[in-house]
């Protein structure tokens, strides 16, 4: 696939009822991989945060599942966007998880943006921050 041809997607959904983030994971490797989609996904046991990067027609597929999953509502697309080549070159997940350091979990986000755009960097930064808070 040439890289004239890449989107890439940002959106932010609620959780609806406890979710299972490693088997969400597991699975969403598994299709992004089958569908050269690469992004970031957070999640905090209330909220979803994902960028997802690639072929626009795998975008979409991959949007309409997320949509339908019912373990999503309020699904929003935050920004929408070509890029000329991959901010993510692999599938991540970052998670917040109880007990574990704030300024941990800060770190290991900041790590996985660290190559994308002021934009999505910002994003992601921003709702680590208030989620931390929280």
């Not at 696939?1 to 406890?18: E, K, N, R, T, W």
């Not at 019912?70 to 070159?89: K, M, N, Q, T, Y």
């Not at 943006?113 to 931390?132: E, H, K, M, N, S």
Request: hydrophobic share 50%.
């Amino acid at each position: 696939m040439s890289d004239a041809s890449l989107l890439q997607i940002v959106y932010i959904s609620s959780v609806v009822g406890a979710v299972d983030t490693a088997s969400i994971l597991a699975v969403s490797r598994r299709n992004n991989r089958r569908d050269g989609l690469t992004g970031l996904l957070y999640a905090d046991g209330r909220r979803f945060l994902q960028v997802l990067e690639g072929e626009p027609a795998a975008l979409e597929r991959t949007l309409e599942r997320i949509t339908a999953d019912p373990r999503h509502r309020a699904v929003v697309i935050l920004s929408c966007r070509d890029i000329a080549a991959r901010e993510f070159g692999e599938w991540a997940m970052a998670e917040r998880v109880a007990g574990v350091a704030g300024d941990a979990m800060v770190a290991q986000v900041q790590a996985l943006i660290a190559g994308a755009a002021p934009a999505v960097r910002a994003t992601f930064d921003g709702f680590v921050q208030l989620r931390r808070a929280a």
